[in-house]
């Protein structure tokens, strides 16, 4: 079993910025896909962007330059740096962490992130 924690969500402003951070339990070995993912109400859970054992990175196109994902595996931690922000990047963020051996997904609890005026 693996926790993860998300943290660094909050109220932002336009053009403003964000870092959001998932930590797991526990260090990840072997293959395995760590990705940001966010959700508004009565809309389905979007990919924002993602990362793999390998580094190899992908983004959603709404957020391409303007995000970026990174993880220190030391630290067992992922990273999300997100600016500028927008009104509409305003949603539940929720870290995802898929172990290739064995197929095993977890999910975060979720953070919240507002980016208003």
């Known amino acids: 079993q693996v926790q993860l924690v998300e943290s660094g969500g909050g109220l932002a402003q336009p053009g403003g910025s964000l870092r959001l951070s998932c930590t797991t339990s526990?260090?990840?070995?072997?293959?395995?896909?760590m990705g940001w993912y966010r959700q508004t109400p009565g809309k389905e859970r979007e990919l924002v962007a993602s990362?793999?054992?390998?580094?190899?990175?992908n983004y959603a196109d709404s957020v391409k330059g303007r995000f970026t994902i990174s993880r220190d595996a030391a630290k067992n931690t992922m990273y999300l740096q997100m600016a500028p922000l927008k009104s509409e990047d305003t949603a539940d963020y929720y870290c995802?962490?898929?172990?290739?051996?064995?197929?095993?997904?977890?999910w975060g609890p979720g953070t919240q992130v507002t980016v208003s005026p």
């Open positions: 995802k962490l898929h172990i290739v051996f064995g197929g095993r997904t977890y």
């Open positions: 990362i793999d054992s390998r580094g190899s990175t």
């Open positions: 526990r260090s990840i070995s072997g293959g395995y896909i």
